[in-house]
Structure formats: structure tokens, C-alpha cells
């Protein structure tokens, strides 16, 4: 569904990314994790052919991103794609309503009696109902984000990108809204997700599977609970030191794995 293979670009003299690979299959759901600054928005704009990268491949469902040279292609390949870019980017002469529609209409072949469903099914879904006929400033932070949730996903996406869906927002909200994404998301099989967050609850909340970037490389892609225990030292590290902290309770309801709890919480919070 999504490949890249020794991906580098530049901005200045050092490279940002120096070599990311990773693949995500169809029906994937995976978090994009580093921190701040480490190139995620970066991937994801490859990803989407807005960037092009100095070496290396990308390919989004069988067609290579980086050496499509017609408009016709790349549009061929965008319509397939949601993407929820952390800046809501809602038009904001436009009703939350007329957002939604925009994107059905230039990315799908849906009627509108389908488009008029699926608007009332989404903002339903994500309980904001009656927000169909305002305009985006009129609406709260986190509704804000609900929509650009909600539009991400309108087209029926094979491959949806999330880009800190849940920065500026209470912990409340954020919870809300991840769950929102994975519940709407699971209706259609075969959905590949990815949610970039440096936010390491945020990341593990979301998905088992973890990609994780740092000084523009992929150093680790795997299971959490595997690399929270077994992963690389640097990877360890900053796995843990997010996770310090949390009352036993809750790390319960996260299934942290038990050796990470005897470590934290037995050994009075002593990392090994
Ligand atoms: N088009 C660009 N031109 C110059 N610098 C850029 C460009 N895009 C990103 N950068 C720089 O790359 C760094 C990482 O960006 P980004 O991908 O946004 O990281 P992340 O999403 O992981 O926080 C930032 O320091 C940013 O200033
Ligand atoms: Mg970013």
C-alpha cells in the first residue's frame, strides 16, 4: 500500500531525513513516532508528492510517487488518499457541510444522495450533528478537528494520514478523537492508517505497530510492547521516560506489558 525505501531530502547542509524505509500494508494502522523536528510532516508530504525527495523510493499503491510525471496520475493516486494535516485547513468561506461535500466531489464519484449520507452519518458519528451549517470559525478547537477528521475519511480513503490529530487538545478531547478515528476508520476494511504524533501515549493508544524516527532514520518498526522492553537502547529511552509518571491505573488500562509496570512501579520507578 505504502512503501518507502531509502528515502533522504534536504533542506539545508545536514539532511533531515537520511534514510527512512518502511512499508504499510493494506488494513495497517500505524504510528509515524519521533520527536518534534525529526521529519514526520516531512514523510507524510512525500508520501503525498508534494515533496520531492533527493534519493530513494516511494510508492503508494503500486504507483511510484516520486517519478509521476503527469497530473492526471498524481490525481489518480490523491483521490485515493485522506489526509488530515494538523492545521485543520478547512475552508472557512465554506459550511462545515459545503467542506465536506468539496472533498467528495473532487475525489469521489459518489451521488448526492451518497454524499448527503455520509455527511450526516460522519458529523453524527463524531457528535457534532448540528455544526453542519456553520463555518468553521464558529466552531470550537477540538470540532474544528473533528471535521478535519471527519473530511480525511468523507472520500472513503484507501490510505488515511493523521498529522498530530490530537495536539493543543485536552487529554479528553484527544481521546475522543482517537477513538473516533479508529472506530470510523474500522468500518471500511482494508483502511491503512497512519497517525504521525510525537506523542507517545497518543501513538501507542492508536496503534500497536510503531515507526519510530530519529536523526533521519528509522530506528525502530515493530510492536510497542516489544520495543518498550527489548527495543533499541535510544528507542527504550524515549518510550519510558513518556510513559513515567502515569498512576499504575492507567498504565493498566494502556496493557503496558507486566515487566515495564515491575520495573516502574516495583522498583519505585527505577528504569533499568
Ligand atoms: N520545505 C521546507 N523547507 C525548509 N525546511 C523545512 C521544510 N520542511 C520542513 N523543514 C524543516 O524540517 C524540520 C522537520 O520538519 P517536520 O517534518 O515538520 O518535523 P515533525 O513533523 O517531525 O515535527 C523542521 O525543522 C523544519 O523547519
Ligand atoms: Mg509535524
Known amino acids: 500500500m505504502i512503501q518507502l525505501k531509502g528515502v533522504k531530502i534536504s533542506f539545508g547542509e545536514e539532511p533531515l531525513l537520511k534514510n527512512i524505509t518502511f512499508s504499510v500494508g493494506p488494513g495497517e494502522r500505524i504510528g509515524l513516532l519521533g520527536p518534534g523536528g525529526c521529519g514526520k510532516t516531512t ?65 469521489t464519484d459518489f451521488s448526492k444522495e451518497e454524499m448527503d449520507r455520509r455527511v450526516k452519518m460522519l458529523l453524527q458519528a463524531v457528535k457534532i450533528s448540528r455544526t453542519e451549517d456553520q463555518f468553521p470559525f464558529e466552531l470550537s478547537g477540538g470540532m474544528q478537528r473533528r471535521v478535519g477528521i471527519v473530511r ?69 518498526d515493530g510492536p510497542w510492547r516489544e520495543l518498550l522492553t527489548d527495543g533499541p537502547p535510544w528507542v527504550q529511552h524515549f518510550l519510558r521516560v513518556r510513559l513515567i509518571g502515569l498512576d499504575e491505573e492507567y498504565a493498566r488500562e494502556l496493557d503496558l506489558p507486566q515487566k515495564f509496570i515491575d520495573w516502574h512501579w516495583r522498583a519505585g520507578g527505577a528504569v533499568p
Open 152 to 220: 480525511a475519511l468523507a472520500t472513503d480513503p484507501v490510505v488515511a494520514f493523521f498529522d498530530e490529530p490530537t495536539a493543543g487538545l485536552d487529554p479528553v478531547t484527544s481521546t475522543i478523537i482517537l477513538n473516533m478515528i479508529r472506530d470510523l476508520a474500522g468500518k471500511t476494511n482494508d483502511q491503512a492508517l497512519v497517525v504521525a504524533t510525537s506523542n507517545v501515549e497518543i501513538a501507542i493508544r492508536f496503534a500497536d505497530r510503531l515507526v519510530i524516527v530519529h536523526e533521519g532514520q528509522v530506528v525502530a
Open 43 to 107: 514523510i507524510l508530504k512525500i508520501l503525498l508528492g508534494l515533496l520531492i525527495p533527493d534519493e530513494g523510493t516511494v510508492t503508494m499503491m503500486g504507483h511510484d510517487v516520486v517519478a509521476m510525471k503527469s497530473d492526471t496520475e498524481r490525481r489518480q493516486v490523491l483521490r485515493k488518499v485522506g489526509m488530515a494535516f494538523q492545521q485543520g485547513a478547512l475552508f472557512d468561506f465554506m459550511t462545515v457541510r459545503e467542506n465536506l461535500f468539496f472533498a467528495m466531489e473532487h475525489m
